[in-house]
T-cell receptor
Framework: GEDVEQSLFLSVREGDSSVINCTYT??????LYWYKQEPGAGLQLLTY?????DMKQDQRLTVLLNKKDKHLSLRIADTQTGDSAIYFC????????????FGSGTRLSIRP | NAGVMQNPRHLVRRRGQEARLRCSPM?????VYWYRQLPEEGLKFMVY????????ESGMPKERFSAEFPKEGPSILRIQQVVRGDSAAYFC??????????????FGPGTRLTVT
């Protein structure tokens, strides 16, 4: 079946690294995504990774994919107050990536 | 280049009324997707449309819900005879048609529907 799971909350100190984890069940995933949602706003695509990659880095963001364990993580280096948001892990399971399955989101809060 | 636009941003309807939610995709995008987000939950896929065609409606409730994406104008998500359980944020996303893949979906700000 199609299921994406992630922990609900994460609290980190400003300046530290945040690591948000996600597991998925469908081994036929084609793309895996991280979206950011700020309060009252829509979703912003942060980054995505193709399923045949194991790592992608983009400035402060590092995505790691362990396809064997169906585990995806997002690391945010030097976390800032502006990073406070809900982060959604998501996967697409068809070759055209037309249908995206979302996790329930991890609420990241930053403490001083 | 304007992003995905949705209106209204907030919509209040009484039980039994109809709700119409509009989505204008990004310029040059021909694929539109609708998602529903219940409070404290992730987004759930509802329907995927291309111009004048419904491609995948596997996430749409069988009754009261319909969607269209006409040749001209925005995509419309229509909910007839709304009930309290329809209260949610409805997000639209669009993507370009690029070699048959559409792996980047760009989301609008959402319409928050409240049914009283």
């Amino acid at each position: 079946g199609e299921d994406v799971e992630q922990s609900l909350f994460l609290s980190v100190r400003e300046g530290d690294s945040s690591v948000i984890n996600c597991t998925y069940t469908d081994s036929s995933s084609t793309y895996l995504y991280w979206y950011k949602q700020e309060p009252g706003a829509g979703l912003q695509l942060l980054t995505y990774i193709f399923s045949n990659m194991d790592m992608k880095q983009d400035q402060r963001l590092t995505v790691l994919l362990n396809k064997k364990d169906k585990h995806l993580s997002l690391r945010i280096a030097d976390t800032q107050t502006g990073d406070s948001a809900i982060y959604f892990c998501a996967e697409s399971i068809d070759s055209s990536a037309s249908k995206i399955i979302f996790g329930s989101g991890t609420r990241l809060s930053i403490r001083p | 280049n304007a992003g995905v636009m949705q209106n209204p941003r907030h919509l209040v309807r009484r039980r039994g009324q109809e709700a119409r939610l509009r989505c204008s995709p990004m310029k040059g995008h021909s694929h539109v997707y609708w998602y529903r987000q219940l409070p404290e939950e992730g987004l759930k896929f509802m329907v995927y449309l291309q111009k004048e065609n419904i491609i995948d409606e596997s996430g749409m409730p069988k009754e009261r819900f319909s969607a269209e994406f006409p040749k001209e104008g925005p995509s419309i998500l229509r909910i007839q005879q709304v009930v309290r359980g329809d209260s949610a944020a409805y997000f639209c996303a669009s993507s370009p048609q690029t070699s048959g893949t559409s792996y980047e979906q760009y989301f609008g700000p959402g319409t928050r529907l409240t049914v009283t």
